[in-house]
């Protein structure tokens, strides 16, 4: 029985053995090429000159970007790809914002279009038209991988700063799929600080295919990775609303600010006055036409230069279909006395903390596949992110994973390995939930 | 307004492509579809469409790349419509008759292989291309094509010297 590396070579080795066809291929090609000429000819002579007519008007009378289109798109049969989108581009013909672009990109034999996008100095919001000859299986799904954006004034490659998401796409589907990109504010961990969107660009985005149900690192399939290069319209100013609504919980003031609003998103801004002798953090809903979204978990305080305490809510516009009537809603809050921000020491042999923390005892800290787990018991409920851990010389270690149960224990996971001093901070306090929220209405915005 | 910058390929420009590159594609056919037949099959539709779409080549600088892609987008294509073959499957007369016939097994793991590592498989052995420019065909670190080929080669069971420009194999003047 041969070795495995010897049935390698010989793989390798037959690869080269060329077959006397091969070198007839460019014969074959003009062939083909004198073929489909004649096929061509005979295909654009049958297509039903009424009914193309009859189509052509209705969409000339009804869409303005199909009427800039048609000064694209040579063929007549092409009108039938326009059709199918009829509902959104209607939407956005009488969407100011939409910027009508009209881009192709290509990868082998799969045509990717990008009819349209919106964009302001902040986000990007791509509508791909996803190729027509995607072959996907019942459980197989395509996503949209922003991989860079490359600055074509100063040639600098884009490629974190910012996040991105798009929905999935499957058989069947709506081909018209949008991807966000958000550039991040500034301190978010992890995330370096980006400028924002450059006004000229290429995009490089790859199409994913995954196997449904499977570990991403396990799931994929293939990649096809496709390039854009835009050249966008200015962008338009921000329209700033002035809030100035001031809410107080449990003797803690919160002024909700302003909102900033920009094509694609808002921004509502609140600040905590330094007099405030407590940290508050508040569970926010987006209520819009009675229809309730969860805006995310307790966002971070940001301390900024001028010693103002803000905070910075994001609320996606609904550029297609905005609603008549918006209101944020304070669901529940922590709180924690400002001057509770001592670091506390772990004893890992001896499983204590000291000092103790109020209302928190480490009940226990054991090992698991290759983690130490630390068991909090706690009187009351708190939310994700209670514990923060740290070696002695203040490096933040990560948090490999954690879990919380109904009877208030909170365990975390972080690598096993020796830590010479290991610390933890409790980094928020305890939940409440308000029995009635606090609605504040908000301007719908651009 | 956006735009495309159409540049594009001259019918005589790509013909020589063509000629030029046509064993380097057969390498790269075979390595991924393993079979004679089914290499001129991908080779011949790669060919074609990329004669279709030959001004739509935006740096004709690069059009081996362009011309690798496609044909590399056309053998996932022919293994799709094959479907998974398990080795009972395969009729004999895709086997090559040698007298110590090259086992399925090496053939049917590379194509089992996930696709990033079997894409950087195929690029350095078949188609001799550089770590460089596989990271640059792939758009990847020089770093992850070493790592991917690394994992691909003890999921093969190869154990191979990995030097630049060096392969263990011998190829048929």
């Keep these: 029985m041969k070795k495995s590396h010897e049935n390698w070579n010989d793989y390798l080795t037959e690869s080269t053995d060329y077959p006397e066809e091969l070198y007839q291929a460019t014969d074959r090609l003009e062939l083909r090429i004198r073929k489909e000429k004649r096929k061509k000819r005979l ?70 279009k990008l009819p349209y996008v919106i964009a302001d ?30 600055d074509l004034s100063n ?28 550039f991040v504010e500034e301190d978010l961990h992890r995330y370096s600080i ?6 000229n660009f290429e ?42 609504e001031e809410v107080v919980i449990e003797g803690q003031k919160i002024l909700f600010k302003e909102m900033v609003s920009y094509p694609v998103r808002s921004e509502i801004i609140f600040e905590y006055p330094e007099a405030n002798d407590s940290d508050i953090n508040l569970r926010l809903s987006l209520l819009e036409d009675g229809g309730m979204t969860s805006l995310s978990g307790y966002a971070q305080i940001q301390r900024h230069h001028d010693g103002a305490a803000r905070q910075t809510i994001h609320i996606r516009s609904d550029y297609f279909n905005p609603p008549k009537s918006k209101s944020i809603s304070i669901d529940s809050y922590t709180i924690k006395p400002k001057n509770e921000n001592s670091l506390y020491q772990i004893d890992l042999e001896k499983k204590t903390m000291s000092p103790e923390i109020d209302g928190i005892k480490l009940a226990d800290i054991s090992h698991e596949d290759g983690l130490l787990v630390f068991t909090f018991n706690a009187t009351e409920q708190y939310p994700y992110s209670l514990i923060s851990f740290f070696l002695g010389d203040g490096q933040f270690i990560d948090i490999v994973k954690e879990a919380r149960r109904s009877d208030y224990t909170y365990l975390y996971y972080i690598e096993d390995k020796e830590y010479e001093t290991l610390e933890i901070i409790q980094s928020i306090g ?9 609605l504040i209405p908000i301007p719908v915005g651009n | 307004m956006g735009y495309f910058n159409r540049k594009g390929i001259e019918k005589d420009a790509y013909i020589r492509l063509i ?47 362009w011309l690798t892609r496609i044909l590399i987008n056309e053998c996932y294509r022919m293994l799709r419509k094959r479907g998974h073959l398990s080795f009972y499957e395969i009729p004999p ?51 992850t094509v070493s790592s991917r080929a690394r994992k691909a080669l003890s999921i093969l069971r190869i154990e191979l010297m990995e030097e630049e420009g060096e392969k263990i194999y011998e190829k048929k003047s």
Aim: cysteine-free; aromatic content about 10%.
């Design chain 1, 43 to 112: 295909l654009f002579s049958s297509i039903p000159t009424t009914a193309a007519a009859l189509l052509f008007v209705i969409l000339m009378n009804t869409s303005v970007v199909f009427a800039r289109t048609m000064a694209d798109i040579p063929i007549l049969s092409k009108i039938s790809e326009l059709v199918m989108y009829n509902e959104s581009l209607k939407s956005a013909v009488e969407n100011r914002n939409i910027q009508y672009v009209n881009l192709k990109a290509e990868n082998g034999d799969l045509e990717l």
């Design chain 1, 121 to 150: 100095s902040k986000n990007l919001v791509l509508f791909l038209e996803m190729p027509e000859n995607l072959e996907l299986s019942g459980d197989e799904v395509y996503v949209v991988n922003i991989d860079y954006l490359r």
């Design chain 1, 155 to 182: 040639d600098n490659f884009i490629s974190d700063g910012f996040f991105s998401n798009s929905g999935s796409y499957i058989t069947g589907q709506n081909p018209l799929m949008q991807v966000n990109i958000e």
């Design chain 1, 194 to 199: 980006q400028e924002g969107l450059p006004q």
């Design chain 1, 203 to 244: 995009l490089s985005l790859s199409l994913q295919k995954y196997k449904r149900g499977t570990d991403p690192e396990e799931g994929l399939l293939s990649v096809d990775a496709f390039k854009f290069e835009l050249s966008l319209d200015p962008f338009k100013e921000p329209v700033i609303y002035p809030l100035n």
């Design chain 1, 430 to 438: 305890p939940e409440y939930i308000l029995e009635e929220p606090i």
């Design chain 2, 19 to 65: 000629e030029q590159y046509r064993e380097t594609m057969y390498r790269i056919a075979y390595g991924y579809l393993g079979s004679e037949g089914e290499a001129l099959e991908a080779i011949d539709e790669a060919i074609y469409l990329g004669y279709a779409k030959r001004k739509t080549v935006k740096e004709p600088d690069f059009a081996k790349t």
């Design chain 2, 93 to 143: 007369d895709v086997v090559d008759e040698r007298e110590e016939p090259i086992s399925l097994s090496t053939k049917l793991a590379l194509q089992s292989l996930p696709e990033d590592l079997r894409q950087v498989i195929i690029l350095r052995y078949f188609a001799d291309m550089t770590i460089r420019e596989t990271a640059e065909f792939l758009g990847i670190p020089d770093g």
